[in-house]
Each structure stands twice: as structure tokens, then as C-alpha cells.
């Protein structure tokens, strides 16, 4: 008989928790000037050129991501980690999508723009929060975690351009932080179904504090613009620094490929 253990079970009254307050809650409208970013300045035919080009580091990331993903599968081998490597990867295709969306956007911030940028985010974020459930709470927890993200944040996304209630989409990046966050303070599966060799050790604390300093930076944009004398702004060190949230990530791939390597040599 399907079973869910306790780890699973909270995680997914929490889920429905956020659910039935994106529903039932009330309608929260996006702040008026939204669209009036610090930086307006253009370079050449590039418009909000800063704003633009600040998001190149999300496709840098995801490529190489994607690529010390290869790296290690054909290392340790495709039937390895298959469910968190599957996760890992929807992660950095999610960067690469955020890039193009993001760009898209600021190229000429609208509503319809912003839409675009978040179904990219949308992406990275299933791949994250799917990640942070497999390592803590089951493969099948983040598996369904992800795909209920692929899901409910595209209706946020419908929901806040149909409506303008923006409460949706706020619960998804807020709500799903404070999962992190608490998926982050539980202990790493151990087991035969979780061996610590297979999984990835990420620095959960180092996501999490990266992200939140983004959306400092996000926050305070015209206020970075002017402390800095108009050099750069916060919404464009909000993508660099968002984009390296990537990094541990990354960090967590490309120690066991080395690891694994040197054995094969020694062996050898």
C-alpha cells in the first residue's frame, strides 16, 4: 500500500496550505510602477541596455551547469542519482529559459514582457525547490514538488494577467522560499535509497542567501542607482547576484566528478 512518510506528508500539507491561500486569500495588486526601472539608459540599439545585458550570468550559468551535469553522469554513470540529475538539469534549462525572458522583458517592460520572464522563472524554480525535496524528504517528494511548480506556476502567471491579483505568483516565490528554508534545516537522507555518494551536498544556506540578497538589490533599485552614482542599479546586480545561486549547484556536480576521476586513476 502507497505510503507517505512524515517528511512527505508535511511537505505536502504545506503545498496545499499555500493552495488554498492563493485561492481564498484576497486580491493583492502589483505595485503601480512596476515597470519604472532606475537605470533607463540605452547602449546603441539596446534599450534598459544594464537591465538587459545583466542577464547574460543566467545563461552562462546554465550552460555550464548543464555541462558538469554531462560530465558527471558519464563519469558516475546515467542509472546514478537519475531523479535529483533530472531535477538538476530542468534547473539549469530554467536559467536558460530565465535569460531569454528576462532580456525579453526589460528589452520593453510591459505586462505582457514580465509574463515571459516569470514562466522562465517558473522552470528554475521547479528545478530548485525539486532539488531541496529530494534531498531532504524523498525523490518521489521532489519529482511531484517540481511538477506541481510546472503546473501552478503558470496559472499564477494567467491568474495575475487575467485579474491582476498578484497573490498567486507572491506566494510562489515567497511561499516556496520559506519551503527551502525549512527543507534547508532538515538532515540529508542517508539509506540505501539515498546513499550520500549518489546525492548532491548543496549549500542550501548559500542559495538562500543569495537569493535574498537579490531581491534586496531588487527592492532597492533606485536607491543602489543613486548610491552608486548612477553607475549601476539594483534591479541589474539583482540578476548577477540571483544568477550565482547557481553556484553551489554547480559546486555540489563538479567535486564527485573529480573525485570519482581520481580513483579511476589510481586504480588505473
Known amino acids: 500500500m502507497f505510503q507517505l512518510e512524515k517528511t512527505e506528508r508535511l511537505l505536502l500539507g504545506a503545498v496545499l496550505v499555500l493552495l488554498v491561500v492563493a485561492v ?19 547602449w546603441g540599439r539596446i534599450p534598459f541596455a544594464l537591465d538587459v545585458l545583466s542577464n547574460l550570468p543566467f545563461a552562462l550559468w546554465g550552460a555550464a551547469g548543464l555541462g558538469c551535469l ?23 534549462v530554467g536559467l536558460l529559459a530565465t535569460a531569454v525572458g528576462s532580456a525579453w522583458y526589460h528589452w520593453q517592460p510591459d505586462d505582457p ?13 521547479a528545478g530548485l525547490l525539486g532539488l531541496a525535496a529530494a534531498g531532504r524528504a524523498s525523490a518521489r517528494a521532489g519529482v511531484a514538488l517540481a511538477a506541481a511548480v510546472l503546473v501552478l506556476g503558470p496559472l499564477s502567471v494567467g491568474v495575475w494577467l487575467a485579474s ?45 542567501a543569495l537569493y535574498a540578497l ?17 553607475l549601476v542599479s539594483g534591479h541589474s546586480l539583482k540578476h548577477v547576484v540571483a544568477s550565482c545561486a547557481a553556484w553551489p549547484v554547480v559546486a555540489a556536480l563538479v567535486p564527485a566528478q573529480k573525485t570519482k576521476a581520481e580513483s579511476l586513476h589510481i586504480t588505473a
Open 24 to 42: 481564498v486569500g484576497p486580491s493583492v495588486a502589483q505595485p503601480a510602477h512596476l515597470h519604472d526601472l532606475a537605470d533607463r539608459r540605452a
Open 214 to 230: 537579490a531581491k534586496l538589490f531588487e527592492f532597492g533599485d533606485q536607491l543602489v542607482f543613486d548610491w552608486t552614482g548612477q
Open 70 to 92: 554531462a560530465w558527471r553522469r558519464r563519469v558516475a554513470g546515467p542509472a546514478s542519482g537519475m531523479a535529483q540529475h533530472g531535477l538538476v538539469a530542468l534547473f539549469f
Open 164 to 208: 491582476g491579483n498578484a497573490l498567486p505568483w507572491g506566494l510562489l516565490q515567497f511561499g516556496g522560499l520559506g519551503l527551502m528554508v525549512w527543507l534547508a534545516c532538515l538532515p540529508l537522507l542517508t539509506g540505501e535509497a539515498s546513499r550520500p555518494s549518489e546525492g548532491l551536498s548543496i549549500r542550501w544556506a548559500l542559495v538562500i
Open 113 to 125: 514582457g514580465l509574463a515571459i520572464d516569470r514562466l522562465g522563472m517558473v522552470v528554475a524554480f
